[in-house]
Protein backbone atom coordinates (compact mmCIF):
# COMPACT_ATOMS: atom_id res chain seq x y z
CA UNK A 1 0.00 0.00 0.00
CA UNK A 2 1.10 3.29 -1.07
CA UNK A 3 0.82 6.32 1.34
CA UNK A 4 -1.55 7.81 -1.03
CA UNK A 5 -3.69 4.74 -0.68
CA UNK A 6 -3.13 5.27 3.26
CA UNK A 7 -3.91 8.26 3.17
CA UNK A 8 -7.34 7.98 1.57
CA UNK A 9 -8.07 4.72 3.48
CA UNK A 10 -7.46 7.03 6.72
CA UNK A 11 -9.76 9.90 5.53
CA UNK A 12 -12.02 7.39 4.48
CA UNK A 13 -12.18 5.96 8.09
CA UNK A 14 -12.02 9.16 10.37
CA UNK A 15 -15.53 9.28 10.40
CA UNK A 16 -18.18 7.68 12.20
CA UNK A 17 -20.72 7.26 10.28
CA UNK A 18 -18.40 5.52 7.86
CA UNK A 19 -17.12 3.46 9.84
CA UNK A 20 -20.47 1.97 11.55
CA UNK A 21 -21.49 1.10 7.69
CA UNK A 22 -18.44 -1.13 6.93
CA UNK A 23 -19.34 -2.43 10.76
CA UNK A 24 -22.64 -3.27 8.96
CA UNK A 25 -21.37 -4.16 5.87
CA UNK A 26 -19.25 -6.93 7.61
CA UNK A 27 -22.14 -8.36 8.84
CA UNK A 28 -23.11 -9.75 6.14
CA UNK A 29 -22.02 -10.88 2.45
CA UNK A 30 -23.85 -8.03 0.77
CA UNK A 31 -26.11 -5.42 2.37
CA UNK A 32 -28.43 -3.33 0.18
CA UNK A 33 -28.13 0.25 -0.13
CA UNK A 34 -31.59 0.49 1.26
CA UNK A 35 -30.50 -1.60 4.41
CA UNK A 36 -27.94 1.11 4.70
CA UNK A 37 -31.07 4.20 4.34
CA UNK A 38 -33.19 2.23 7.37
CA UNK A 39 -29.94 1.87 9.46
CA UNK A 40 -28.72 5.10 10.05
CA UNK A 41 -30.78 7.99 10.42
CA UNK A 42 -28.91 10.12 7.24
CA UNK A 43 -30.57 11.60 4.43
CA UNK A 44 -29.89 10.35 1.55
CA UNK A 45 -27.55 12.14 -0.21
CA UNK A 46 -25.52 11.86 2.92
CA UNK A 47 -25.28 8.05 2.48
CA UNK A 48 -24.33 8.14 -1.05
CA UNK A 49 -21.86 10.74 -0.30
CA UNK A 50 -20.21 8.66 2.46
CA UNK A 51 -20.47 5.38 0.00
CA UNK A 52 -19.14 7.15 -2.33
CA UNK A 53 -15.57 7.72 0.03
CA UNK A 54 -15.61 4.29 1.37
CA UNK A 55 -15.32 3.63 -2.57
CA UNK A 56 -13.27 5.66 -3.93
CA UNK A 57 -11.16 4.30 -0.94
CA UNK A 58 -11.50 0.54 -1.93
CA UNK A 59 -13.14 -0.08 1.54
CA UNK A 60 -16.50 -1.06 -0.28
CA UNK A 61 -17.21 -2.34 -3.57
CA UNK A 62 -20.73 -2.00 -5.04
CA UNK A 63 -22.60 -3.98 -7.20
CA UNK A 64 -25.70 -2.79 -9.50
CA UNK A 65 -28.13 -5.63 -9.67
CA UNK A 66 -31.44 -4.03 -11.87
CA UNK A 67 -32.69 -1.33 -9.51
CA UNK A 68 -31.01 -3.00 -6.40
CA UNK A 69 -27.55 -1.35 -5.19
CA UNK A 70 -25.65 -3.97 -2.62
CA UNK A 71 -22.39 -3.21 -1.21
CA UNK A 72 -19.77 -5.77 0.37
CA UNK A 73 -16.44 -5.10 2.12
CA UNK A 74 -13.48 -4.11 0.18
CA UNK A 75 -11.22 -6.94 1.60
CA UNK A 76 -8.28 -6.29 -0.95
CA UNK A 77 -7.81 -2.70 0.75
CA UNK A 78 -8.57 -3.97 4.63
CA UNK A 79 -5.90 -7.36 3.59
CA UNK A 80 -3.20 -4.61 2.24
CA UNK A 81 -4.10 -1.41 5.33
CA UNK A 82 -3.67 -4.71 8.22
CA UNK A 83 -0.32 -6.04 6.38
CA UNK A 84 0.60 -2.26 6.17
CA UNK A 85 -0.32 -1.29 9.71
CA UNK A 86 1.20 -4.98 10.73
CA UNK A 87 4.89 -3.66 9.11
CA UNK A 88 4.29 -0.45 11.17
CA UNK A 89 3.95 -2.90 14.17
CA UNK A 90 6.95 -4.71 13.41
CA UNK A 91 9.54 -1.42 13.12
CA UNK A 92 8.66 -0.31 16.24
CA UNK A 93 12.28 -0.90 18.42
CA UNK A 94 12.43 -3.59 20.99
CA UNK A 95 12.99 -2.52 24.40
CA UNK A 96 15.84 -3.98 26.69
Known amino acids: MEIKDFNRVSK??????RVLMLIEA???EWIEYSDL???????QPTIS????????AGLLVI????????C???YQVIDELNYYLQE???QR????
Do not use: E
Request: charged share 30%.
Open 12 to 17: ALSDRN
Open 26 to 28: AKQ
Open 37 to 43: LLTFNLS
Open 49 to 56: HHIKILRD
Open 63 to 70: KKDGTRIR
Open 72 to 74: SLG
Open 88 to 90: LVN
Open 93 to 96: PRRS
